[in-house]
Each structure stands twice: as C-alpha cells, then as structure tokens.
C-alpha cells in the first residue's frame, strides 16, 4: 500500500517533526453523537454487525471526516474484539454496554486462554483496514488500535463495565500469578493483532488503558505498564518506508509520564486533570504529546470552545510535538456543531504560531 500520504501532520507530530497547523483528531470521532452514526448503526442491527462488516466499519470510519477537516481516520471498531475472537463470547446489548456471555472465572478458564490468529478469527478488521486505506486514497492517515491487557483483562474478568473492580482487583490480590499469565497471553494478542492491523494498512497505532488509572502506582507498574512495554517491543515500527508511530494512553495516568514515555512510545495521550505544559516539561523532549481538552468543553457553546481551546493550545506552547485531542472520548449528548467548532479552531488558531523544531 503505497499511495501518497497528502496530509501527513498527524505522523509529523507524533515524531515531533515540524508542522503547519497543529493536527487534530477525537477519541470517539464516530458514534453515537452523529445522526449519520446512529442510521447506519439501525441499519447494521447491532454494533458488533457494524464491526464485523467492512463495508459497514469503512462508512462509520469516513462519516466524521466528511463533515470536518479531522488530520486523522480512525478505524471503527472495539477493544473488546480480541477477547472476543479470544471465546468470550461479547455482545453490545443497547444501553448496558458490552457483555461477555463466557467470561475468566477460573483456574481453567484463564489455561483456556489463547493468541487468536488476526487474519482468520479478526479477519474482518484487518479487512476494514485495508477498505478504509482505499477509500482514503492518501487523504489523512489511519490510526489502528487495540485496549492494554490490563484493560482487557478488566472486562474479561468482570465480563462486562464495572463500579467496583472487585473481581479483577480480588484476582490481582489474591492471585497475582494467575493474573499475570492471563495479561502474557493478551499481551501476545494484542502484538500479533497490532502487527497485523499495521500489515493491512495502519499507519500509527494507539494503545487504550483505560482502567490503568485505578491501580496502585506499584501495580500499575507491575499488571499494566510492563505488558504495554512489552507489545511496544514487538511492534512493526516502519511500513512503506514511514516510521509507525505507537501512542500509550493510560486514563487517570498523569503521575507516570515518564513511566509511560520510557517504554519507546512515540506519543503519550493525556487526559485532562494533567496540565499540559507541566506534561511537555516533564516527558516533551523524549515524546509527543496528544490531548487534553476536557471533553465536556463540547457542551458549551462555539466562542467558549474556542476560547477552551486556546487554552490548550497556549500550555503546550510553542513548537512540535502536539497533536490536539480531548481527554477522552466526545461523548453521545454533544451536538456534532460543537465538535467542527473544535477542529476549526485547532487549525485557525495553531495556524500563526512558531511551529519550528523541538524548544
Ligand atoms: O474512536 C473511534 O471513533 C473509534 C472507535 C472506537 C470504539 N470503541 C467504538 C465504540 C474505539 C477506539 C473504541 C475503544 C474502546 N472500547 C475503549 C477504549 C477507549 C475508551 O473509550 O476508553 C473501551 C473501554 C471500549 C469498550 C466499550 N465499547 C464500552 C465500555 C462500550 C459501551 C459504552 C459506550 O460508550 O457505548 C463500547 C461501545 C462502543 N464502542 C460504541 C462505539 C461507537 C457505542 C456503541 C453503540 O451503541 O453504537
């Protein structure tokens, strides 16, 4: 796949490579909040048939980019498919989230566990990928991801969205052996299914954990950071001549920057209770950075998103090596005006600053 990449900031600011505008994309840019979303949804019948049918997966992927000027496609699928094609059995019932009809309840369902191959039982998204490529043709480039084993591994235990964390934090306590080699087997599937994703067409790659935030610092360290660094290791890091770049994002992670920059990463994701020029201070001249507007910022109205935005814009500073996003995802209630005054303020109000190397 070799076609020409005609709007690359994305890629040069995750290598902290000077730029025009300063790139922006959302977590969560397709879904719910768009009317175009919840039609081809209805029509798919489910979220899982939206995953599972490329040309469905290709259409949510391309919906937010044919209403604003986004530097980045995202692929539409799920964390959860790989435990998924791991037999777990996942299902999105409306309005209880997902929900694993087999999940690791015991000794014998975590020696059970197993690497699904990504071209037979994940097919279907390396099949989008290389749909998405193609009906991209070059425009922005596409960001393949996956979930942290530690996140993973918190809805494969719990078998679905938790409060409490009781029966993962209870196996961590209790059990942290079994864990481990529960999180070595995710781990190993999550490597083989970015790898494969970055084969089909994934021109960068990010790394969602989510739930790394509620640990300990020491059993962040221990169940969450060291697997990340371990698939960082065994990543493709250059297809079709072009450095793969790998974002880390762990939510409610702002203690651990330069824990998380010291994996090899290219890009640390932040949330918003991190500032962002304390972040550049403590971890920027070892990666990018990529965030942190609070996505509740998308409920008020345009000047004050835009005055929100500024914000963001003015900590990070001067120079390369940002990449905007919101903290977390754009949430389902958000008016989709709301999120086009966020992408036009990026790019106007990036637009007349230094962008030169590094400081
Ligand atoms: O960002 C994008 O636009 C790409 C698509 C994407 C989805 N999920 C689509 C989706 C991505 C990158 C994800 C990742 C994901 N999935 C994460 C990590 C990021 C994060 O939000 O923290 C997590 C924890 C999941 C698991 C998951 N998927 C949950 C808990 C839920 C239910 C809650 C919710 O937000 O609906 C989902 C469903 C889901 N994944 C939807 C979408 C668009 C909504 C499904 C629907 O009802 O149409």
């Given at each position: 796949?070799?076609?020409?990449?005609?709007?690359?900031?994305?890629?040069?600011?995750?290598?902290?490579?000077?730029?025009?505008?300063?790139?922006?994309?959302?977590?969560?840019?397709?879904?719910?909040?768009?009317?175009?979303?919840?039609?081809?949804?209805?029509?798919?019948?489910?979220?899982?048939?939206?995953?599972?049918?490329?040309?469905?997966?290709?259409?949510?992927?391309?919906?937010?980019?044919?209403?604003?000027?986004?530097?980045?496609?995202?692929?539409?699928?799920?964390?959860?498919?790989?435990?998924?094609?791991?037999?777990?059995?996942?299902?999105?019932?409306?309005?209880?989230?997902?929900?694993?009809?087999?999940?690791?309840?015991?000794?014998?369902?975590?020696?059970?566990?197993?690497?699904?191959?990504?071209?037979?039982?994940?097919?279907?998204?390396?099949?989008?990928?290389?749909?998405?490529?193609?009906?991209?043709?070059?425009?922005?480039?596409?960001?393949?991801?996956?979930?942290?084993?530690?996140?993973?591994?918190?809805?494969?235990?719990?078998?679905?969205?938790?409060?409490?964390?009781?029966?993962?934090?209870?196996?961590?306590?209790?059990?942290?052996?079994?864990?481990?080699?529960?999180?070595?087997?995710?781990?190993?599937?999550?490597?083989?299914?970015?790898?494969?994703?970055?084969?089909?067409?994934?021109?960068?790659?990010?790394?969602?954990?989510?739930?790394?935030?509620?640990l300990t610092p020491r059993a962040y360290q221990?169940?969450?950071?060291?697997?990340?660094?371990?698939?960082?290791?065994?990543?493709?890091?250059?297809?079709?001549?072009?450095?793969?770049?790998?974002?880390?994002?762990?939510?409610?992670?702002?203690a651990w920057?330069?824990a998380?920059?010291?994996?090899?990463?290219?890009?640390?994701?932040?949330?918003?209770?991190?500032?962002?020029?304390?972040?550049?201070?403590?971890?920027?001249?070892?990666?990018?950075?990529?965030?942190?507007?609070?996505?509740?910022?998308?409920?008020?109205?345009?000047?004050?998103?835009?005055?929100?935005?500024?914000?963001?814009?003015?900590?990070?500073?001067?120079?390369?090596?940002?990449?905007?996003?919101?903290?977390?995802?754009?949430?389902?209630?958000?008016?989709?005006?709301?999120?086009?005054?966020?992408?036009?303020?990026?790019?106007?109000?990036?637009?007349?600053?230094?962008?030169?190397?590094?400081?």
């Amino acid at each position: 796949m070799n076609d020409t990449l005609h709007n690359d900031r994305l890629l040069r600011a995750l290598l902290r490579q000077p730029v025009d505008v300063t790139p922006v994309w959302l977590m969560r840019q397709a879904g719910r909040y768009l009317p175009e979303y919840r039609a081809t949804r209805a029509r798919a019948g489910s979220f899982m048939a939206l995953c599972q049918t490329p040309d469905w997966a290709c259409e949510v992927t391309l919906q937010p980019l044919a209403r604003f000027p986004l530097d980045a496609a995202i692929l539409f699928s799920d964390i959860l498919t790989v435990p998924d094609a791991m037999g777990l059995g996942l299902t999105f019932s409306e309005g209880e989230g997902p929900q694993f009809a087999c999940p690791v309840r015991s000794v014998a369902d975590i020696h059970r566990l197993f690497v699904p191959d990504p071209e037979t039982a994940l097919r279907y998204v390396m099949d989008a990928v290389r749909l998405i490529r193609r009906e991209l043709a070059g425009r922005v480039p596409l960001i393949g991801f996956a979930g942290s084993p530690w996140t993973l591994a918190t809805y494969m235990v719990e078998g679905g969205s938790s409060k409490d964390y009781a029966r993962i934090k209870g196996l961590l306590y209790d059990q942290p052996g079994l864990l481990h080699r529960m999180l070595e087997v995710t781990a190993q599937a999550v490597t083989l299914y970015l790898n494969a994703q970055i084969a089909a067409g994934a021109q960068a790659i990010m790394i969602f954990d989510t739930w790394g935030g509620i640990l300990t610092p020491r059993a962040y360290q221990e169940f969450s950071l060291a697997y990340l660094a371990r698939i960082v290791d065994g990543l493709t890091r250059v297809a079709d001549n072009r450095r793969v770049p790998i974002i880390l994002f762990t939510k409610g992670g702002g203690a651990w920057l330069e824990a998380i920059a010291a994996t090899g990463c290219d890009a640390v994701g932040v949330d918003w209770t991190v500032d962002l020029s304390e972040a550049r201070r403590r971890v920027g001249a070892q990666v990018a950075l990529q965030g942190n507007l609070d996505p509740a910022v998308l409920y008020a109205a345009p000047e004050r998103i835009r005055a929100q935005v500024a914000q963001v814009l003015a900590d990070f500073g001067p120079g390369a090596g940002h990449v905007f996003n919101l903290g977390h995802g754009v949430q389902p209630g958000v008016e989709p005006e709301r999120v086009g005054a966020l992408v036009a303020a990026v790019h106007e109000l990036s637009a007349s600053r230094p962008t030169g190397d590094g400081v």
